[in-house]
């Protein structure tokens, strides 16, 4: 499809494992956005990619999130050692330039859960 | 401390009738406002924005109107239809900094009722 893609849509995981979040963003768009949605909340910014550069982490809650975009189109969130307040639906965003004058598209997100 | 609020959680609306929907925000440097419309399971699908130097944007039935002083934006649907029916979030951003990462409220639920 065209659109950013992400998987997978669901996620079920016991406290204390690592998980891995993939996100395809439209093909070549340059800026990629992960964002933190919890229950009843607005989407929450986690971390930004120009390309394969991470310019800005200032979201991520805590060194168990780390992200990465190594080849400049793929991402993947990874949080390790989870816990229950991970717990939400986490959203990719891509941009097809660096302007902020274009917006972002966002994928239907993965919903993770940490029994 | 939330820079951006939506403080109607749920609004309903006739069909055919303008839905109205509100955002205040906090930060007088926001440099551009988008409206997303989000519904169940999927993600967010832009709608509409403004520049912070223009105080209406036009885009069929959907119109932006920006009140800097006042720290207001709202979004107007005319006339409402039943598909308008999902959470709206308003969400404002910055040129510079990150590039351009969003900041949202929690949302608005509307319900266009038949």
């Known amino acids: 499809g065209a659109g950013v893609s992400q998987s997978p849509r669901y996620k079920v995981a016991k406290r204390g494992q690592d998980v891995a979040l993939r996100c395809d963003p439209i093909s070549g768009h340059v800026s990629l956005f992960w964002y933190q949605q919890a229950l009843g909340q607005g989407p929450e910014f986690l971390t930004y990619?120009?390309?394969?550069?991470?310019?800005?982490k200032s979201g991520l809650p805590s060194d168990r999130f780390f992200a990465e975009r190594p080849e400049g189109s793929v991402s993947t969130l990874k949080i390790q050692r989870t816990q229950q307040e991970d717990s939400a639906v986490y959203l990719c965003?891509?941009?097809?330039?660096?302007?902020?004058?274009?917006?972002?598209?966002f994928g239907d997100g993965t919903r993770l859960s940490i029994l | 401390d939330q820079q951006v609020k939506q403080n109607s959680p749920s609004l309903s609306v006739q069909e055919g009738r303008i839905s109205i929907l509100n955002c205040d925000y906090t930060n007088s440097m926001f440099d551009y406002f988008l409206w997303y419309k989000k519904y169940p399971a999927e993600g967010p699908t832009f709608l509409i924005s403004i520049s912070s130097i223009k105080d209406k944007n036009e885009d069929g039935r959907f119109t932006v109107f920006l009140n800097k002083s006042a720290k207001h934006l709202s979004l107007h649907i005319v006339p409402s239809q039943p598909g308008d029916s999902a959470v709206y979030f308003c969400?404002?951003?910055?040129?510079?900094?990150?590039?351009?990462?969003?900041?949202f409220g929690k949302g608005t639920k509307l319900s266009v009722k038949p």
């Open positions: 965003a891509s941009r097809p330039t660096l302007s902020p004058n274009q917006p972002q598209h």
């Open positions: 990619f120009q390309n394969e550069a991470q310019l800005d």
């Open positions: 969400a404002a951003g910055f040129y510079g900094g990150s590039q351009g990462n969003l900041i």
